[in-house]
């Protein structure tokens, strides 16, 4: 027997449902013109916010490390080898210049003393009895020239020996006046000696180190590393503040001008001091420039040694180029901006100078006016289409 199959006719939606589908599914061929003209289609450029590169003098100040030393300072050593007699000074003693020190003791000096006195008393007497030798001796040839006038009464021979003998004496005469001046000298060398045994202070200060106490043999300084001088002075009513100014801000130091500085001995209190030495060179291991300001202390509160913070003025010769700090990006091996030209960004190397407030000084190949990324990011590389979106100037 055989069945019959029944067909059932397909409803209108049905049909409708696969013609929708059948047109999609040809829309999505990559080889159809309407795809072909999505993939080329550009896009469009990044929002970016820029700010403009501004012009303006450099005028501010920077805390840069600094020291205090002494005006003068000075390790007392005796000029002669001797015993501490006496030491009348010790540290913390306040000295003015001409102050006896110490007193030291050298017998071999008193003993060159004495023989150089005795050498020259010698020598004294030896000449004043040569002139007197030397007078005499003339009045005798002086004698024998008037009696000669008479013929027969004094030979010619003796008249000459006379003569001779006052021309000898005067020639010993001569001889004894050298050997006297010279004795004379080695006495004033002997007492000029034995005034080195008194140790007096060159200049107004204070002793900051005594090494020595009666009894202690010293000496002239030989240059040893390890020899101890009898005591230190320095002059702490005049200070020098030294500050090492950084190669990149040398060009604006202004002899004259004042600093402030603080110590932490004195927190919240300022000083001040004046310009005075620049060594117009800089240091090759530090790239720095050794500056120094004179600081009077007359109450002495301020001492050698200390490590003061000093706002160091900072100025420029010709107006300097500044952006927001945070429109430089920063990396291990330079430093850059993103520069906005033709609508594309590019970089630009630069360095960073003073910062001054939110602003930061930059050097490089970059002109006032130009239109920078404000907040760069890994985003935005050069050669990115932006489209700029200029802010204010943070300040």
Same mark, same amino acid.
């Given at each position: 027997?055989?069945?019959?199959?029944?067909?059932?006719?397909?409803?209108?939606?049905?049909?409708?449902?696969?013609?929708?589908?059948?047109?999609?599914?040809? +829309?999505?061929?990559?080889?159809?013109?309407?795809?072909?003209?999505?993939?080329?289609?550009?896009?469009?450029?990044?929002?970016?916010?820029? *700010?403009?590169?501004?012009?303006?003098?450099?005028?501010?100040?920077?805390?840069?490390?600094?020291?205090?030393?002494?005006?003068?300072?000075?390790?007392?050593?005796?000029?002669?080898?001797?015993?501490?007699?006496?030491?009348?000074?010790?540290?913390?003693?306040?000295?003015?210049?001409?102050?006896?020190?110490?007193?030291?003791?050298?017998?071999?000096?008193?003993?060159?003393?004495?023989?150089?006195?005795?050498?020259?008393?010698?020598? %004294?007497?030896?000449?004043?009895?040569?002139?007197?030798?030397?007078?005499?001796?003339?009045?005798?040839?002086?004698?024998?020239?008037?009696?000669?006038?008479?013929?027969?009464?004094?030979?010619?021979?003796?008249?000459?020996?006379?003569?001779?003998?006052?021309?000898?004496?005067?020639?010993?005469?001569?001889?004894?006046?050298?050997?006297?001046?010279?004795?004379?000298?080695?006495?004033?060398?002997?007492?000029?000696?034995?005034?080195?045994?008194?140790?007096?202070?060159?200049?107004?200060?204070?002793?900051?180190?005594?090494?020595?106490?009666?009894?202690?043999?010293?000496?002239?300084?030989?240059?040893?590393?390890?020899?101890?001088?009898?005591?230190?002075?320095? %002059?702490?009513?005049?200070?020098?503040?030294?500050?090492?100014?950084?190669?990149?801000?040398?060009?604006?130091? %202004?002899?004259?001008?004042?600093?402030?500085?603080?110590?932490?001995?004195?927190?919240?209190?300022?000083?001040? +001091?004046?310009?005075?030495?620049?060594?117009?060179?800089?240091?090759?291991?530090?790239?720095?420039?050794?500056?120094?300001?004179?600081?009077?202390?007359?109450?002495?509160?301020?001492?050698?040694?200390?490590?003061?913070?000093?706002?160091?003025?900072?100025?420029?010769?010709?107006?300097?180029?500044? *952006?927001?700090?945070?429109?430089?990006?920063?990396?291990?091996?330079?430093?850059?901006?993103?520069?906005?030209?033709?609508?594309?960004?590019?970089? *630009?190397?630069?360095?960073?100078?003073?910062?001054?407030?939110?602003?930061?000084?930059?050097?490089?190949?970059?002109?006032? +006016?130009?239109?920078?990324?404000?907040?760069?990011?890994?985003?935005?590389?050069?050669?990115?289409? *932006?489209?700029?979106?200029?802010?204010?100037?943070?300040?």
């Amino acid at each position: 027997m055989i069945r019959k199959h029944a067909f059932r006719p397909v409803s209108a939606g049905l049909l409708l449902a696969a013609g929708i589908l059948a047109a999609s599914v040809s +829309g999505c061929d990559p080889g159809s013109p309407a795809s072909a003209s999505a993939v080329t289609q550009p896009a469009a450029p990044t929002p970016v916010d820029t *700010v403009r590169v501004v012009s303006r003098r450099l005028d501010t100040t920077i805390n840069l490390p600094g020291e205090l030393q002494p005006f003068e300072e000075v390790r007392i050593f005796p000029r002669v080898s001797g015993f501490v007699q006496w030491i009348g000074v010790d540290r913390g003693s306040k000295v003015k210049k001409g102050q006896l020190l110490a007193i030291l003791s050298a017998p071999e000096i008193d003993a060159q003393k004495a023989a150089a006195q005795s050498a020259l008393l010698s020598a %004294e007497s030896q000449r004043i009895a040569a002139e007197a030798k030397l007078a005499a001796d003339k009045a005798t040839a002086e004698r024998l020239r008037t009696a000669s006038a008479t013929p027969g009464v004094i030979s010619e021979d003796e008249l000459e020996t006379a003569e001779k003998t006052a021309q000898a004496d005067s020639a010993r005469v001569v001889a004894l006046q050298h050997t006297t001046d010279a004795a004379r000298a080695t006495l004033r060398a002997a007492q000029e000696m034995e005034s080195y045994l008194r140790v007096y202070a060159p200049f107004d200060g204070v002793v900051t180190r005594r090494n020595v106490h009666p009894g202690a043999l010293v000496g002239p300084e030989t240059g040893s590393s390890t020899e101890h001088s009898m005591v230190r002075i320095e %002059e702490v009513a005049h200070l020098r503040l030294v500050v090492a100014v950084p190669e990149a801000y040398v060009a604006g130091i %202004e002899p004259g001008a004042k600093v402030s500085f603080t110590v932490p001995a004195f927190p919240g209190r300022n000083f001040t +001091g004046t310009i005075a030495r620049v060594a117009d060179s800089i240091d090759v291991s530090t790239r720095t420039m050794p500056v120094e300001a004179d600081v009077w202390n007359p109450k002495l509160e301020l001492s050698s040694g200390m490590f003061p913070q000093v706002a160091w003025p900072v100025h420029r010769p010709a107006p300097s180029l500044f *952006v927001p700090q945070s429109a430089v990006t920063r990396s291990a091996e330079q430093s850059y901006l993103l520069r906005v030209r033709n609508g594309r960004l590019e970089q *630009v190397n630069v360095t960073t100078g003073v910062s001054v407030g939110n602003l930061t000084e930059v050097f490089g190949d970059l002109h006032q +006016g130009d239109q920078v990324a404000l907040h760069p990011s890994d985003d935005l590389r050069p050669g990115t289409q *932006v489209q700029p979106q200029e802010q204010p100037l943070p300040m």
